[in-house]
């Protein structure tokens, strides 16, 4: 099993915990609250994830020849959902990144209770993290 499906298998056993969204919603406000600071010379106009209503910066480099992520938001909810994010996918070999499923979102019902723009700045958020993974894949090629 691939480190990132163990990683996120452990997200999804981790929400199953709580009964109810808005524990959940706690519970990802904790995450983002605890998601590590982004240097804020990456907080620029070219790190600002396009097509999400919030304002999310992501700075991806490659350490050993993993892709190494780090995010913030000025929204909580989207701090956190860019946290559990990073937790699944940051630390990761390029090629297993852009071979990774994200079924675990729908495992734990994160789109069906996110608004719609919240929703699609969620998929927006994926594709870059992919983005960077491909851009490091093809220096590695």
Known sequence: MS???EKQEEIV??????????????????LGK????????????????????SKVWVHAEMDDKKVKFTADSDA??????IA?????????YPKDIIEADTSFIDEIG????????????????????KMYAIAYQTQLN
């Open 3 to 5: 480190e990132i499906k």
């Open 13 to 30: 056993e981790e929400f199953a915990m709580f009964d109810d969204w808005m524990q959940r919603y706690e519970y990802m406000i904790d």
């Open 34 to 53: 605890s998601l590590p600071l982004i240097d804020p010379k990456y907080k620029t106009e070219d790190n600002i994830i396009k097509g999400c209503q």
């Open 76 to 81: 909580i909810i989207t701090k956190g959902i």
């Open 84 to 92: 559990i994010l990073i937790r699944a996918f940051s630390n990761q």
């Open 110 to 129: 994160l789109k069906e209770h996110l608004s719609p723009t919240r929703a699609n700045g969620l998929v927006s958020m994926i594709k870059q993290l």
